[in-house]
């Protein structure tokens, strides 16, 4: 088959992470208004779970909240990335109140997850800042309290309670309690959140407490969890030995293109294109489909959707099988 000038042209490695360059650059008013208008919808929706008197309308408010939880939070991970407002300090100190305010401090997800992007799909070291991968052999080579604990991790009910699991343990407790002088502010994230539990009850009532906190953090964290997990988890993705991996091939080969609808990708703030934004951390969220339009050799991701078969697919893996070089199931 003859080869089109196209084939000559395309850009592989470096030379595809200096194409999105030009991207990463963020418009401080467009920052701003989508951190700002963000925040006071978020506010806005809480505040309806406490004002208005009709069950159904406060609890519409509380499925709202939720949802803009998560878009909140996922602007506030590209902050953390430097992706937008990098020389800000308001956007800064906001921020962290805000990363203490949703069970993700700041010292811990910047350790985290920037290890994680580092690391990213590299079977040895893949499990800090994501969930944990065995290949087949390790794991029936395992005991059994091992095999328990990673699959554990890896269950849809541990993903599906990720407010429980994911973010008030496994990025508050667990941090403080393994490096309290490093991760203090996960200690204070955990009392300001019983705090806000006890305020709400004693002034409120149970209702308040489900409605105004535990709902929109059940939910945004649920869909953050199992967002997390797909992005790395799916149909064709590929990991890695060290000898074999490269940063730009773990982008595009083991970061997925989450295919959703307007709606949900504005509640996601774009964190579906994440083959883009692991190529490139600093690409601002609102950016990201302009890259994938203007670079074409982006355009043919590893997908993935939030369709119940495509998550059913997703969570049916659970070893990496060397042999097959595919992620399969037990």
């Not at 779970?49 to 069950?55: M, P, Q």
């Not at 906001?94 to 079977?123: E, T």
């Not at 508050?172 to 490096?179: Q, T």
């Not at 690409?283 to 982006?298: A, C, I, S």
Request: charged share 15%.
């Amino acid at each position: 088959m003859k080869k089109t000038n196209f084939d000559f042209l395309m850009r592989t490695g470096k030379e595809l992470i200096l194409a999105t360059r030009p991207f990463a650059a963020d418009n401080t008013v467009k920052s701003w208004w989508y951190i700002l208008s963000t925040t006071f919808m978020l506010a806005a929706a809480v505040a309806g779970t406490l004002w208005f008197s009709h069950l159904a309308v406060r609890m519409v408010c509380s499925v709202l909240a939720g949802l803009l939880l998560l878009r909140l939070f996922v602007i506030y991970h590209d902050q953390q990335h430097h992706a937008i407002l990098s020389k800000s300090r308001v956007a800064e100190y906001f921020m962290r109140a805000f990363g203490v305010l949703s069970l993700s401090p700041s010292s811990i997800w910047r350790a985290s997850h920037n290890y994680h992007h580092k690391h990213n799909s590299k079977l040895r070291s893949a499990h800090i800042g994501s969930y944990p991968i065995m290949t087949r052999a390790e794991y029936l080579r395992s005991s059994k309290r091992t095999r328990f604990d990673y699959l554990f991790m890896r269950h849809p009910l541990t993903i599906l309670f990720g407010y429980v699991f994911v973010f008030l343990y496994g990025m508050c407790l667990y941090p403080f309690f393994d490096k309290p002088r490093e991760h203090y502010d996960c200690l204070i994230a955990a009392v300001v959140h019983l705090t806000l539990a006890v305020l709400l009850t004693w002034f409120f009532g149970w209702p308040a407490l489900f409605l105004t906190l535990i709902i929109p953090h059940f939910i945004g964290s649920a869909i953050g969890s199992y967002l997390f997990y797909a992005q790395h988890n799916f149909p064709g993705v590929s990991f890695y030995d060290r000898a074999g991996w490269a940063y730009e091939k773990a982008a595009l080969e083991s970061s997925s293109f989450m295919k959703t609808g307007p709606v949900m990708a504005w509640f996601t703030a774009n964190i579906g294109y994440h083959h883009i934004h692991h190529l490139n951390a600093r690409v601002p969220f609102y950016r990201l489909p302009e890259v994938l339009k203007k670079v074409p050799e982006l355009g043919k991701p590893k997908t993935t959707s939030l369709h119940p078969l495509d998550i059913i697919r997703c969570l049916r893996l659970k070893v990496w099988d060397v042999e097959s070089q595919q992620m399969v199931g037990l």
